[in-house]
């Protein structure tokens, strides 16, 4: 070490006030600089590292000190990208009151624009039955809708409004989504606050449930995104949006007995709904004929059956019906029986979380699907030809 650095050095370490002060400053002059960064930074998080010697010259320990800044310009930006394509929409229908008088109940949900000139994707329990829909857009205007389509087969419809010009949604790919992944709600919650935007995370992915629209009657929906972000009545049909802005799942319900888990019907499967519209003026579904159970390993062992998945030909019970094949339907001309159990679609398994319904949906009518299934426990395989779902 040079001497005049050797001098500079004892001059600085001179005292123990002095050593305090130049470290209390350059802890100031460190903190100013990440704060100024932080400010610079416009997007998710960014981390400083900044080191500095302490002690005597020559035997100083390294001190390591982090700043972690954390920015949402990406979730506002998205939800501006989104939310002038998302509409509130209310409706009347009609009702038999507890003295069997025909009287009016108004409802409300959430949809969003997908088409320039007003096609509207949102839920069929929004508004199936309604006998007036009424849209309202994200800049006040009303318009009359008319449900145009209804899926027989998941809780998807489409309403449409005469206007043109009008702002739309980007389309996101509902395969690529991820446990953790951060996702945005927008809808018109309690059928009062509109465009209500909440924040949360993809928690899990393909869950299946018993969904209730609070009229008595109930159906099993598979292949739904679980999220934390709130959802709240009012809330269905609205997108479910991913960081970069675009949708990918539609609100659909919420488990009323837990805090913060609700469910969206993934895109993808709206897209096949929408293209099927656009092509054929209705949205069209694939009809295998046949009524089943989905096996959980519950039920698999409270009934004493070898296998913890798959679609169990069976009518009555939990069904509620009495024909468990359709006669002359597919199942029945490819000779399926009752008490079979369909445990793969074109080598595609069948799971307690993805059951029949999802593994069926891709396809079109018409098209011939390789089924394997148990019969009293030997694994069998048959063609089928898929029918359409009225």
Do not use: C
Not at 35 to 56: D, E, H, P, Q, R
Not at 194 to 213: E, F, K, L, Q, W
């Amino acid at each position: 070490m040079a001497v005049d650095e050797k001098n500079e050095l004892e001059q600085i370490f001179q005292n123990k006030k002095e050593r305090k002060g130049n470290y209390v400053g350059l802890i100031i002059i460190f903190t100013i600089i990440a704060i100024l960064a932080g400010i610079v930074s416009s997007y998710g998080f960014v981390t400083y590292y900044m080191s500095k010697n302490v002690g005597t010259p020559g035997a100083a320990p390294k001190v390591t000190e982090k700043y972690t800044v954390e920015e949402s310009s990406g979730v506002v930006d998205s939800v501006k990208k989104v939310s002038p394509s998302v509409v509130s929409i209310t409706t009347t229908s009609k009702a038999i009151s507890f003295w069997g008088q025909t009287v009016e109940q108004k409802g409300g949900g959430t949809g969003f624009i997908i088409t320039n000139d007003g096609l509207i994707l949102t839920n069929k329990h929004v508004v199936n039955g309604a006998t007036d829909v009424t849209v309202i857009t994200n800049d006040g205007k009303d318009y009359q809708g008319k449900v145009v389509a209804l899926d027989p087969l998941f809780d998807f419809a489409l309403v449409k409004i005469e206007a043109k010009g009008l702002p739309i949604v980007e389309l996101g790919d509902s395969s690529m989504l991820e446990a953790g992944q951060r996702v945005i709600a927008i809808g018109n919650a309690l059928g009062e606050y509109d465009n209500s935007v909440t924040v949360g995370v993809i928690s899990g992915i393909a869950r299946a449930i018993t969904a209730s629209d609070g009229s008595g009657s109930s159906s099993r929906l598979e292949g739904l995104i679980q999220t934390d972000a709130p959802i709240n009545p009012g809330n269905s049909g609205g997108p479910l949006v991913n960081i970069q802005g675009q949708v990918v799942g539609i609100n659909t319900a919420i488990d009323s007995t837990a805090n913060s888990i609700g469910f969206a019907l993934p895109i993808n499967s709206a897209k096949i709904a929408i293209d099927s519209y656009i092509k054929k003026g209705k949205i069209v579904r694939p009809f295998i004929g046949v009524r089943y159970i989905n096996i959980t390993r519950e039920f698999a062992a409270a009934n004493d059956i070898s296998v913890t998945a798959g679609a169990l030909i069976l009518a009555g019970q939990t069904t509620g019906e009495t024909v468990a094949i359709v006669p002359g339907g597919p199942a029945d001309k490819a000779g399926m029986q009752v008490n079979d159990i369909i445990i793969s679609v074109n080598d595609e398994k069948i799971t307690e979380n993805k059951g029949l319904i999802s593994a069926l949906s891709s396809y079109e009518p018409g098209t011939v699907v390789e089924v394997k299934y148990l019969r009293k426990g030997e694994e069998k395989t048959t063609k089928v030809t898929l029918g359409e779902m009225k």
